[in-house]
């Protein structure tokens, strides 16, 4: 641990450490825990939740079912609700965030040209890079269920316009 070789560490699930510090070789001390380590912590992440935290931490909510806890030692999951609560900036948001977690759609850049769907381009790029069939297949079929759903609708938009009011 950072603790161990007096370094700062940053972990993301990490176990914690703080009543079994005295039995790690060389013994961590308070101290170090406290200023060292820094362990952002999801909700019912039973890893992270096994020892008491050091001081620097920061918890995290976890959209897993409550019977799949372990769910929240996802790394990926734990990204997401990262990013979602913080934002993303001008990183990408993985597909997993919406296809595989639930989390929203990320919202389109106004000046993007693109006409392709979130879950379509996740399809796509998941098929190019030669993801896990598992994964392609399921996300492919998202992305055809809103294509229908899309189709079904076509022609029967709503245009809203918006005026200010004095």
Same mark, same amino acid.
């Given at each position: 641990?950072?603790?161990?070789? @007096?370094?700062?560490?940053?972990? *993301?699930?990490?176990?914690?450490?703080?009543?079994?510090? $005295?039995?790690?070789?060389?013994?961590?001390?308070?101290?170090? +825990?406290? &200023?060292?380590?820094? @362990? #952002?912590?999801?909700?019912?992440? !039973? #890893?992270?939740?096994?020892?008491?935290?050091?001081?620097?931490?920061? $918890?995290?909510?976890? &959209?897993?079912?409550?019977?799949?806890?372990?769910? =929240?030692?996802?790394?990926? %999951?734990? +990204?997401?609700?990262?990013?979602?609560?913080?934002?993303? $900036?001008? %990183? !990408? #948001?993985? =597909?997993? =965030? #919406? *296809?595989?977690?639930?989390?929203?759609?990320?919202?389109? @850049?106004?000046?993007?040209?693109?006409? &392709?769907?979130?879950?379509?381009?996740?399809?796509? %790029?998941?098929? %190019?890079?030669?993801?896990?069939?598992?994964?392609?297949?399921?996300?492919?079929?998202?992305?055809?269920? *809103?294509?229908?759903?899309?189709?079904?609708?076509? $022609?029967?938009?709503?245009?809203?316009?918006? &005026?200010?009011?004095?």
């Amino acid at each position: 641990t950072g603790a161990q070789s @007096n370094t700062s560490a940053v972990a *993301l699930s990490g176990p914690n450490a703080m009543l079994s510090r $005295g039995s790690f070789e060389p013994p961590l001390t308070m101290y170090d +825990l406290n &200023t060292l380590t820094f @362990n #952002v912590i999801p909700a019912r992440d !039973p #890893v992270a939740r096994f020892d008491d935290p050091a001081m620097l931490y920061q $918890g995290i909510n976890c &959209t897993a079912e409550a019977s799949e806890f372990a769910s =929240c030692h996802d790394v990926v %999951r734990s +990204l997401c609700e990262l990013q979602y609560t913080c934002g993303s $900036g001008n %990183r !990408p #948001v993985p =597909c997993e =965030c #919406v *296809l595989d977690f639930g989390y929203p759609e990320p919202s389109r @850049n106004i000046n993007t040209t693109q006409q &392709t769907s979130f879950v379509k381009t996740c399809a796509d %790029r998941c098929e %190019r890079a030669g993801g896990p069939e598992k994964k392609c297949g399921k996300w492919k079929r998202e992305a055809d269920k *809103l294509d229908a759903k899309e189709e079904s609708t076509r $022609g029967s938009k709503i245009s809203f316009v918006f &005026t200010e009011v004095e």
